[in-house]
C-alpha cells in the first residue's frame, strides 16, 4: 500500500524567507501526488499536483514542488513566506481512490 | 475544482442523540465521496467511502452502525452520527474523488461537540 511521510510536524520561517516543507513517498507503482493546505477550522485546499507530466509543478499561491523518483520526495517549496501562507501542509498520495494523507506540517511564519 | 459543501458547520449536541451532517457536491454529480475524520492536531482518517445507490464501504475499526452513511443521489450524502458520546467530537469532513488525477476535493468540515 501506499504512505507518504512528512518531516517536521512545525516548520517555523520569517517573512520573506523560503519555505520548504518535507514529504517522502512509497508506492509500488507510479503514484499521483497532491500538497493540500488547511486553514483553522476549515476543509482541505488542493495547492498542486503531480500527475507525470512533468516533475516540477507549479501550484496557487506560489508554491511549488518538485518530484523526484530517486529520492521518493516531494518536498513542497515558496521562495518568499508571506504572513497568509500560515497554514497546516498535507502530502498526499492516491492510487485510484484510495488516497492516504501525511501527518501535515504547520507552518508558522514569523514577522 | 469542484465546490463541495458541508451543513452545519458546527453543531453542538448531547450525549445520546443523534447528528446528521450533510454534504453536497454544487456544480458535478459524484458518484463517489468520502467521510474523514480529524481530531485535533492530527491528520485525517478515512472512515468510509460513499457510493451512490449503494452500501457505504467502512474502513476498518469504524462502526458502521454508529455513523451511518447515505448517498441517495449525486449530489448529496450524508452521515449521522447515532447516539453520539464526548469521544465522537471531532472535525468531520467529507470529499469526492472526481478529479482527473484521483485529486479529492474538500468540503469545509463540520465540527460536532458532544457535550
Known amino acids: 500500500a501506499q504512505s507518504v511521510t512528512q518531516l517536521g510536524s512545525h516548520v517555523s520561517v520569517s517573512e520573506g524567507a523560503l519555505v520548504l516543507l518535507r514529504c517522502n513517498y512509497s508506492s509500488s507503482v507510479p503514484p499521483y501526488l497532491f500538497w493540500y493546505v488547511q486553514y483553522p477550522n476549515q476543509g482541505l485546499q488542493l495547492l498542486l499536483k503531480?500527475?507525470?507530466?512533468?516533475?516540477l509543478v507549479k501550484g496557487i499561491n506560489g508554491f511549488e514542488a518538485e518530484f523526484k523518483k530517486s529520492e521518493t520526495s516531494f518536498h513542497l517549496t515558496k521562495p518568499s513566506a508571506h504572513m497568509s501562507d500560515a497554514a497546516e501542509y498535507f502530502c498526499a498520495v492516491s492510487v485510484g481512490n484510495d488516497m492516504r494523507f501525511g501527518a501535515g506540517t504547520r507552518l508558522t511564519v514569523k514577522p | 475544482g469542484a465546490v463541495v459543501s458541508q451543513h452545519p458547520s458546527w453543531v453542538i449536541c448531547k450525549s445520546g442523540t443523534s447528528v446528521k451532517i450533510e454534504c453536497r457536491s454544487l456544480?458535478?454529480?459524484?458518484?463517489?465521496m468520502f467521510w474523514y475524520r480529524q481530531f485535533p492536531k492530527q491528520s485525517l482518517m478515512l472512515m468510509a467511502t460513499?457510493?451512490?445507490?449503494?452500501?457505504?464501504?467502512?474502513e476498518q475499526g469504524v462502526e458502521k452502525d454508529k455513523f451511518l452513511i447515505n448517498h441517495a443521489s449525486l449530489t448529496l450524502s450524508t452521515l449521522t452520527v447515532t447516539s453520539a458520546h464526548p469521544e465522537d467530537s471531532s472535525f468531520y469532513i467529507c470529499s469526492t474523488g472526481q478529479g482527473a488525477y484521483n485529486e479529492q476535493f474538500f468540503g469545509p468540515g463540520t465540527r460536532l461537540t458532544v457535550l
Open positions: 456544480d458535478f454529480q459524484a458518484t463517489t
Open positions: 460513499s457510493n451512490e445507490g449503494s452500501k457505504a464501504t467502512y
Open positions: 503531480y500527475t507525470s507530466a512533468a516533475t
